[in-house]
């Protein structure tokens, strides 16, 4: 029934969108902005005029724009101080936007005005490579043009074509080969917070493509940007209010091929798990009281209180799995508020959803240094939703003042039915089976209020922003049953559950958790542009306040033996949908019992203030400066519980100064040369300070935090040569070394058996290492034009991108850890990516094919007595059509995966010989032997085909 309400909702929406049709302009736009040549400024108050027509002056971004009849326009550009610019020959179409670039260059003193003529094609440009061309930062990116040409619907998968990034787990980010917690990310300007309860990252499967605008990775450290990064910073960008009317609509369907049409398992669910939200269904009774009075409680209470419990223990089987499901509707426009056209309102409103199943066989085991503790089969099943919102407003009052209002929300919903069959293969051993229902979700919401001034009067530009984000991270009810019996035993022994009177979480355990984090930042700076020496300056300073709030809570509940003399252990071999049924709750049988300890649960805030100031100075016409100092004043409290009870309070202030200088060498109006130097650091996030430990049903791990860590500082250097040979093409080739004071590092702390080895963090004092090279290239074919006869080749563009790193951290003095040196966790030897597009014009069709391999990393730490866990490459593939039908309508058949290639972790053993061997003998040989190593993990993917049809207006 779930589908058939989702496909509901669609035709409610669908039936608004062609209702809604007539936002359609038939007018061309002309659509610009002005820019300084020297220091890519926008140029505020430039006039802009058309012969015949009412001259428009430009707004506080320097854009402007016109709705003027079919024809070919000539446009002459005004602006104090600056050579006045005539474009010829600029061809407008009907109901089709041009868009300009207009970079005005200065007027030397004591000269008569200068007019310059152009044509248009040497000012039409690629929005994003002329933002990245024109950045004080080193910076990739991939814009909205881009990723709809990709199978991508999401963030994560947008995110890894970008220039050494990649993706660890399908959600967390790795950039430059530097783990997702020496990373930021800022939506709109504004600093996320963790989405997950136990760690420090940011899953970015949350955001839907279809709501933005560009994303763009900042590589650099400037004094205007946070200071807490090493890797990048991932700026996403939603989709701005438009300059011209726009509807858009996309509905899809997706078909895997180990999934769709099969049968899959599952379990009773709420009505709103389509939308990633659970409806009560899996919370606790009311009637459940706190965690003290259970504990305290009497028996016979705790055995009436079980009995409030819902039976949702039952695994149900067979279900038909129905195909994928997508949908997307967009659509902005500006109405002017006067004859004049001063002022104007902007509105954009977006509506994004997705539901997505994948059924995944999984082959688990682990070791120790006896040989191999276990081994499991999974069959496991997801259902993941995907639902985003978006409204943004923008005010312009004059061309000199803007307010925006940005609205973004988003929930992730992921529901999972694990069955394990497998055996304990140490000592005794015996044969299991166990099935876990988890069901997560994550909502989201970011409001950001923001103004733009420059005053006419003064040659100020001041703008200031607020904002809040709140997220939330809910587990109601991760429950797990396990059965058992001899590994000798004859088939017609059936299994007997393990449930004994202690809680535990794989023997009809129940573990629910709530985190929420609420960010209020608010930050202004005032910009003042200058001439100097004939060249333009310019000062920028800074201030900004944040103040980050998270509470965590979790209660570890389950149902034990009520009575040991009395029990009827006939009640042990009932199946998962009657062993815990109501009747089943007396001294005979079963009761409810809670294990929740103190530090279950902890409180932590915050507080960030900074302070900056920041020069940009063209030195000379070709070589500019930008320099200044970042003033960071963090306060970090967190309190909790460790394991015995007794109180962890933390209190840490920090004092950082950070400065950053940069040099960027015009060589030409196309190439750039990059030296850039900087400090950075990395604090300890909350999660990692908690002591509470959280156990992992799907990998075996027990994450654990470390109330003893401090923050890391980094070095940053980087040198970087980029080349735009068109508006459309770029080669760039880039170094960087980065040093790490202190750096965090996960590290595992083995155990005796499974579920037993811990996932902590360390300060390494030793510090650490990391250096690479990147390359990209995108080109398009046209100068085979001349040489093959070949008029077509301009429409087909090949890219390329490429970074080789590696790093060094030294762990000798870790207890416990390999000694020696080791690469950092979580980073490749290598990211690769690669595409090639042909677009054939005439008939309206596209083609396009996507490579994407990560080299292999250590995905967990090792120790003496456990190996590192790696991760092997995997090769991505994806192709992708695309066809117009009509001059609004496209369809596309996207194929992703097509190898489908099994993602392996494993423990590289082929020259480990004992714990007591030299460090070079005890890495392997750096490739996975299926023979030799240990196989940690093995995860099964399937082919994805999915069919879309897209109309815009």
């Known amino acids: 029934m779930k589908i058939f309400r989702c496909y509901f909702l669609l035709l409610i929406f669908f039936s608004i969108f062609c209702w809604s049709q007539k936002l359609i302009a038939q007018n061309a736009i002309l659509y610009g902005v002005v820019l300084d040549s020297l220091s890519q400024e926008p140029l505020i108050g430039a006039t802009v005029q058309i012969e015949g027509k009412e001259g428009k002056v430009t707004d506080i971004e320097g854009k402007f724009q016109f709705s003027l009849l079919p024809g070919n326009y ?112 800022l939506l709109n300007n504004l600093l996320l917070p963790s989405s997950e309860a136990d760690r420090k990252v940011f899953a970015f499967d949350i955001f839907p493509t279809a709501l933005l605008d560009n994303l763009v990775v900042l590589k650099t450290a400037t004094p205007n940007l946070p200071g807490e990064f090493a890797g990048g910073i991932i700026q996403i960008q939603t989709r701005s209010v438009p300059d011209t009317p726009f509807l858009e609509f996309s509905l899809g369907t997706s078909f895997n091929t180990i999934t769709t049409f099969q ?195 003064i040659p100020f530009k001041f703008h200031w922003e607020a904002g809040i984000t709140h997220i939330a991270v809910n587990i109601p009810n991760y429950r797990n049953l396990l059965y058992v019996k001899a590994p000798d035993a004859p088939d017609t022994i059936p299994y007997r559950a393990e449930v004994s009177t202690n809680v535990d979480l794989d023997q009809g355990g129940m573990f629910y958790s709530h985190a929420q984090e609420v960010q209020y930042s608010v930050s202004c700076a005032l910009h003042y542009p200058f001439i100097m020496a004939n060249l333009p300056q310019n000062i920028q300073l800074g201030i900004g306040y944040q103040n980050k709030q998270r509470s ?95 109180p962890v309070i933390i209190d840490t202030t920090y004092y950082d100064y950070l400065p950053s200088l940069s040099f960027i060498y015009s060589a030409s109006s196309k190439a750039n040369f990059r030296l850039g130097v900087s400090q950075t650091v990395s604090r300890p996030e909350f999660r990692e300070l908690a002591p509470f430990a959280f156990y992992d049903f799907t990998t075996n791990f027990v994450v654990l935090g470390n109330p003893a860590l401090y923050r890391t500082r980094i070095w940053n250097f980087d040198v970087r040569f980029e080349y735009y040979p068109t508006v459309s093409e770029i080669f760039s080739f880039s170094l960087f070394y980065k040093r790490f004071e202190n750096p965090i590092e996960q590290v595992i702390q083995f155990g005796t058996g499974a579920g037993s080895t811990n996932i902590t963090f360390s300060n390494i004092k030793a510090g650490a290492d990391n250096r690479g090279i990147e390359v990209e290239a995108r080109k398009n074919f046209g100068f085979l034009a001349s040489w093959l006869g070949w008029k077509k080749a301009e429409y087909l563009v090949t890219s390329f991108n490429c970074a080789l790193i590696y790093s060094t951290i030294d762990v000798a003095e870790v207890p416990g850890t390999i000694p020696g040196v080791r690469p950092l966790q979580g ?74 290639q099994d993602l392996l972790f494993y423990q590289d053993m082929d020259n480990f010989q004992s714990i007591r061997e030299p460090y070079h003998n005890r890495h392997g040989n750096g490739r996975f032997n299926e023979e ?14 999915s069919f879309s049809i897209h109309a815009k207006w």
């Not at 069959?379 to 409204?391: A, D, E, K, R």
């Not at 190593?933 to 082919?943: P, S």
């Open 263 to 457: 049968k899959h398992n599952s379990y009773i669910g709420g009505k709103w798990d389509f939308i990633g939200l659970d409806d009560g269904i899996r919370a606790l009774p009311p009637s459940i009281p706190t965690t003290a009075e259970l504990i305290k409680a009497e028996r016979s209470q705790r055995i009436e209180w079980a009995k409030q419990i819902p039976n949702h223990w039952k695994m149900i089987e067979g279900n038909f799995t129905y195909p994928g499901l997508s949908f997307q509707l967009t659509a902005g426009k500006r109405y002017a508020l006067d004859r004049g056209r001063k002022y104007s309102l902007g509105l954009l409103g977006a509506f994004t959803y997705s539901l997505q199943y994948n059924l995944r066989p999984t082959q688990r085991a682990d070791f120790d240094t006896d040989g191999k503790i276990n081994n499991y089969n999974d069959v496991q099943f997801f259902q993941n939703t995907l639902t985003g919102g978006l409204l943004n407003l923008t005010l312009d009052l004059t061309a000199q003042h803007r307010i925006t209002w940005q609205n973004l929300f988003t929930i992730r919903g992921q529901d999972q039915t694990i069955a394990r069959s497998g055996a304990v293969v140490k000592g005794t051993g015996s044969l299991r089976k166990s099935n876990a229902f988890i069901f997560q979700s994550t909502p989201m919401y970011s409001m950001q209020l923001s103004s733009e001034h420059a005053p006419k009067l």
């Open 74 to 185: 000539t446009i002459e550009v005004r602006y104090i101080g600056y050579q006045t610019l005539l474009l010829q020959n600029i061809f407008l179409e009907s109901g089709k936007t041009q868009q300009l670039s207009i970079l005005m260059r200065p007027q030397s003193i004591g000269l008569e005005e200068v007019v310059v003529i152009a044509n248009i094609e040497k000012f039409t440009v690629s929005a994003l490579l002329t933002m990245q061309k024109n950045s004080p930062n080193i910076e990739d990116g991939i814009s909205l043009e881009t990723i709809s040409k990709t199978p991508d619907r999401n963030v994560s998968q947008a995110i890894k074509r970008v220039s050494g990034v990649s993706i660890q787990e399908g959600r967390f980010a790795i950039i430059r080969g530097l783990a997702d917690r020496y990373n930021n990310a």
């Open 827 to 900: 980073q490749s030897a290598y990211i690769f990516n690669a595409s090639l597009q042909y677009t054939f014009p005439n008939v309206g069709l596209s083609l396009a094919t996507f490579l994407n391999q990560v080299g292999r990393r250590i995905a967990q730490v090792g120790t003496q007595e456990y190996p590192h866990v790696w991760e092997n490459p995997r090769l991505l593939w994806d192709f992708q059509i695309g066809k117009k039908i009509h001059k609004h309508w496209e369809v596309k058949l996207t194929c992703s995966d097509l190898l489908a």
């Open 932 to 945: 030799k190593d240990n196989v940690i993990q093995r995860l099964r993917f399937g082919q994805v085909l």
């Open 552 to 646: 965590f809570s979790a209660r570890i509940l389950g149902f034990v033996i009520a009575r040991t003399s009395t029990f009827d252990y006939n009640l042990l071999f009932l199946p998962p949908s009657s062993i815990f049924a109501t009747e089943n709750f007396s001294d005979k049988g079963f009761a409810l019992r809670e294990n929740t300890n103190l530090q279950d649960k902890y409180d932590a805030s915050g507080k960030l203030q900074s302070y900056y100031f920041m020069n940009t100075n063209a030195i000379t016409s070709k070589l500019k400066a930008i320099w200044g100092l970042r003033l960071e004043i963090f306060r970090q409290k967190l309190n909790s519980f460790d394991k015995t009870d007794a």
